[in-house]
């Protein structure tokens, strides 16, 4: 096995700050605040001397503009399952270390995402879209993995045997010990995970209890660990929160992208597409504005999500100020990872024509781009429909059709007749028919027409009927 931990050191800053532009981030020092403490501040804070478990007093004498926000367990335990979900990409053998970590077996991802560095890379950049500050390390253990993540350097191991050497070089202070045995063994000069190897097992394990030694012993390898994986939801609700309220639809679509690509992360962990999603928006004093982005054909990727969005935002006026931004999906559809051809192909020309129906449609509204569809119907004018782009049409199977114009004249137009010949400039000549279409009684719009193929005097294939009684009509014109 190999397992790849992730911690989360700023889980906490991150979770309420990570709704923030890079650039807007300048301002008052803040921190997050519990039982009347500090829980954690930002670097701005941390210059000024506050730190965790500093008592608010003492904080705000050092700080006199620290602003204050109080901690959200729940939001923390909803980010960090965000994050699982998302890297359930890479793997299926995702599972919780809380409050701040998250563990990843990826021993049979390696092949297919270029071995274990390219694959730590693609992770460690991941994350960090996301809006996260993540420790990175790799080994044979789940346990072992995880206290990597404490040292100073990042560690990437495959084999046992060099695990031991590297944790045996970390402080005591990363095994997560009661403050009476972490007191208990810097009386005794033990600092580092080598030294309270070396001392005697059974010793140890009555000082310290043997929930300590367990731990080594997963750690090590010489012991099993199971662990509960996690299983990836089966629709996508997210909110960020917004530092501050922005009126900007550039700032908003920054926020929107973290979102969108932790979206992504869980529709390629259970191999889904949507065919929309719904971004809303916060206001302070307002009703959510709620903006639903459509798709010509159910996909996944983030960047055609943003781009989408761009365009719908683009034209959109912002109702008020917005302190908040969600994306919502479900309905999620089976979308199988395809081969692409060695020389292209279809595939790549269909998704582009996808790409642009989408654009068109947030541009032009849905109503205004459609697809056609058949119907079986004999009347011509009721022989097609509007659909979806790209949605299949109804069968006509057992509707046998006649020769049709793509061209249809609408409404039908009166064709002078001349000793019983019908005339466009000129007499027509009759090559085909008639085909006699009598329909339409059930809905109020019931047709009788004897429709013929006719050539005029310049050559053009003309479709045009007469009713009984009497009376021409041109429908409609091949070519």
């Given at each position: ?15 309420l700050?990570?709704g923030?532009?890079p650039h807007e981030?300048?301002?008052a020092?803040w921190?997050?605040?519990?039982a ?10 941390e210059?000024l001397?506050?730190?965790a478990?500093?008592?608010?007093a003492a904080?705000?004498?050092?700080a ?5 926000r109080e901690?959200?367990p ?5 980010a960090?399952?965000g994050?699982?979900a998302w ?6 053998a ?10 990843a ?12 560095r390219?694959l ?5 950049e991941g994350?960090?879209?996301l809006?996260?500050?993540a420790?990175?390390?790799?080994a044979?253990?789940a346990?072992g993995?995880w206290?990597l ?8 191991l ?7 050497g590297?944790l045996?070089r970390l ?6 010990m ?11 000069g033990?600092?580092?995970?080598r030294?309270?190897?070396?001392l ?6 009555r ?6 030694c367990a ?5 090590l ?16 609700g ?11 639809a ?9 979102l ?13 597409g949507?065919?929309q ?8 004093r ?10 010509a054909?159910?996909g996944r990727e983030a ?5 989408l969005l761009?365009?719908?935002l ?6 008020a ?9 479900n ?9 692409t ?7 790549e020309?269909?998704?582009a ?7 068109l449609?947030?541009?032009l509204g849905e ?19 509007p659909?979806?782009p ?17 061209w ?5 137009r009166?064709?002078?007749e001349r000793g019983?010949?019908p005339?466009?400039n000129g ?7 008639p085909?006699r ?19 005029a ?9 007469r009713?009984?009684?009497?009376g021409?009509y041109?429908?409609?014109?091949f070519?």
């Open positions: 096995m190999l397992w790849i931990a992730l911690r989360l050191p700023h889980l906490a800053l991150e979770t700050s990570r923030s532009v981030r300048a301002g020092p921190a997050i605040a519990e009347h403490r500090v829980f954690a501040c930002d670097a701005r804070a210059s001397g506050v730190r478990g500093m008592g608010l904080a705000w004498a050092l006199p503009g620290l602003q204050l901690r959200n729940c939001a923390e335990r909803d960090l399952e994050v699982a890297l359930c990409r890479f793997t299926p995702v599972s919780l270390e809380p409050p701040q970590g998250v563990l077996e990826v021993r049979g991802s390696l092949r297919h995402f270029g071995g274990l390219v730590a890379a693609r992770i460690r994350v960090a879209a809006g996260f500050s420790h990175l390390a790799a044979p253990t346990r993995a206290l993540t404490f040292a100073e350097t990042e560690s990437l495959e084999d046992v045997s060099a695990l031991k590297v045996e402080p005591i202070e990363v095994l997560g009661s403050d009476e045995a972490h007191a208990l063994l810097n009386r005794i033990v600092r580092t995970v030294a309270l190897l070396e005697p097992r059974a010793g140890l394990g000082r310290l209890g043997p929930a300590l731990d080594l012993d997963r750690a390898g010489s012991a099993p660990e199971p662990r509960h994986f996690f299983a990836p939801p089966e629709r996508f997210e909110t960020l929160e917004l530092p501050a309220e922005v009126e900007r550039e700032s908003l679509l920054f926020v929107a992208r973290r969108l690509l932790q979206l992504e992360g869980l529709l390629s962990a259970r191999q889904a949507v065919r999603f719904l971004v809303v928006l916060g206001h302070r307002q009703a959510p504005t709620r903006i639903e982005i459509g798709l054909a159910a960047g055609r999500f943003v781009e761009r365009e719908r683009s034209r959109h006026a912002l109702a100020p917005v302190e908040s931004i969600r994306v919502e999906a309905a999620f559809v089976a979308l199988e990872g395809r081969t051809g060695l020389f292209g192909g279809t595939q020309d269909g998704e024509w996808h790409r642009l129906v989408e654009r449609q947030v541009r109503e205004a781009v459609t697809g056609l569809a058949l119907n079986p119907d004999y009347r011509p004018e009721r022989a097609w429909r659909c979806l790209g949605e299949a049409g109804s069968a006509v199977e057992d509707v046998a059709f006649g020769p049709r114009p793509l249809l004249v609408e409404p039908p009166v064709l002078e019983g010949v005339q466009q007499p027509l000549t009759m090559l085909a028919g085909e279409i009598e329909s339409g009684w059930w809905d109020d719009a019931e047709v009788k027409r004897d429709y013929f193929i006719a050539r005097t310049d050559r053009a294939l003309l479709w045009i009927y009713k009984p009684g009497g021409w041109l429908h409609g014109i070519a």
